[in-house]
């Protein structure tokens, strides 16, 4: 069976949960402004529960959250300074635990019709020099588009650590599985195949999606004779429709429980995942499910990843 990593999971809803000053349109870079040790904890937290890699809390460094006056004198300082945040929390953790630096969109979530390439491209490697010293390996998040995938993969293009390319898919059950642009899946895999990733993964989608998506990456690999590692990060929302205002109002969250996600889970991994973790409104108690059932497979998964 393949072995299994775990990532860690949600960190805006982390940080609201543990009390960090938390609102729109600031979102998770708000605790990293005015209470950075909030940050820490709940990085704290998530390795506690047993996650084997720990995101970079910078998804929230841009424009879209920071607006354009914060974003031009602090964003690259305030990406800077959670990689930092997560490089000393792994430290003192005294664990071997990987850190991811997120490349989050630069324009949006949800929202590939704001997206601009150009400045797509200013903001991404905006993000990728502020953090590039403290991370292991890249995580690309919430990828609503090709293009937006093909801009951040000429962004990771200089480096040489692992590249996950993590999408987020339109939350319909029983439908072709379609990034939220519209475009088919099983075409953003085969052009993610021109790229240096090392693998794809699914976030902030709804877990009913992913069975389906998991099964597309498959058979598009097949097809190619290719490998790449597959996994999944999903969320705890309601569906989220098209046209949704990412920094209107916040997402309604259901409540999926921890035996839930781990069903979900053990699904994702027979089929392929050899990385799990969650993503808004999955908590350290959903990665301790996660990590305390990675722990009784006979195969172990390894944080070295390549």
Known sequence: MTALTILD????????????????????????IESPQFV????????????QIITVNSYACVPFHLGEELYAKQGAKLA????????????????????????PPALGSYRPDLFEAERAYEICSTL?????????????????SIAEAQVIAKVLANTDKPCYFAYT???????PIRLRSGELLTDAVAALLATNATGILFNCSIPEVIEQAIKDVVQVLAQH???LAIGVFA?????????????????TLRHVSEDE?????????????????????????????????????????????D
Not at 9 to 32: C, D, N, T, V, Y
Not at 40 to 51: L, R, S
Not at 82 to 101: F, H, K, M, N, P
Request: charged share 15%; with cysteine.
């Open 80 to 103: 800077e300074k959670a990689a930092d945040i997560a490089r000393e929390v792994v430290t003192q953790s005294q664990q071997q635990v990987l850190v991811a630096g997120s490349i």
């Open 9 to 32: 999971g949600g960190m805006g809803r982390e940080l609201k949960r543990i009390g960090a000053p938390f609102s729109q349109p600031l979102w998770s870079a708000q605790a990293l």
């Open 225 to 227: 004779n290719k490998t």
């Open 169 to 175: 898919l339109i939350d319909e059950v029983d439908q």
């Open 235 to 251: 969320n705890s929302f309601t569906p989220i429709k098209s046209g949704h205002q990412a920094n209107g109002t916040f997402q």
């Open 40 to 51: 820490a904890q709940a990085h704290q937290h998530f390795i506690e529960a047993g996650a």
């Open 128 to 144: 990728f020099n502020a953090q590039d010293k403290q991370v292991d390996i890249w995580l690309a998040e919430t990828i609503a």
């Open 261 to 305: 996600y781990l069903e979900f889970a053990k699904c994702w991994h027979q089929l392929g995942a050899s990385i799990i973790g969650g993503c808004c409104g999955i908590y350290p108690s959903h990665i301790n499910a996660l990590a305390t059932w990675r722990d009784s497979l006979e195969e172990i998964g390894s944080p070295e990843l």
